[in-house]
């Protein structure tokens, strides 16, 4: 996938393309494929986002930055999951601090507004495995989206208020 099927603007496109380089390698080889396309997308977002994180700072930290706000998105640091990473071994694989790390991913998910189970973020087995990813609030209670009409969940959809699972 190149830089263009993500809307990144132009002046960002060989930061983007160097910075995915980065992330695709590290996802590869201690990861997964899900993982480097989710970083992709983060990337893309932050380069679409005005003005642009991206425009200013090491490339190497945002492609860090990305892995540990996607690994946190996605419970990466609990060694009860199928892929586990401590935050000290991203730090220590990319060579970017901690400390680094911790503060620029805090602000990437201030800023785009991300919590854990985002739908836009999460792994697929994440999502389709969690039912706290499809509550959302009708007619003033607290339900399963999977419940509801197949309309309403497709507004849900729409809204990105439930994760769409279909493939991609």
Known sequence: MNTNSFNIPESLRHDCQEIFK????FCAEHLDLEYGQLCRKLIAKLARKRPSPLARGDLRIWAATAIYAVGSINFLFDPSQDIFMTGDQISVLTGIPKSTLTNKAKQVRDSLKLYQFHPEFSRRSLLANSPVAWFVEFNGLIMDARTLPS???????????????DPQ
Do not use: N, Y
């Open 22 to 25: 980065l992330t695709d390698s």
């Open 151 to 165: 309309d309403v969940q497709a507004e849900a959809r729409r809204k990105r208020l439930i994760p769409d699972l």
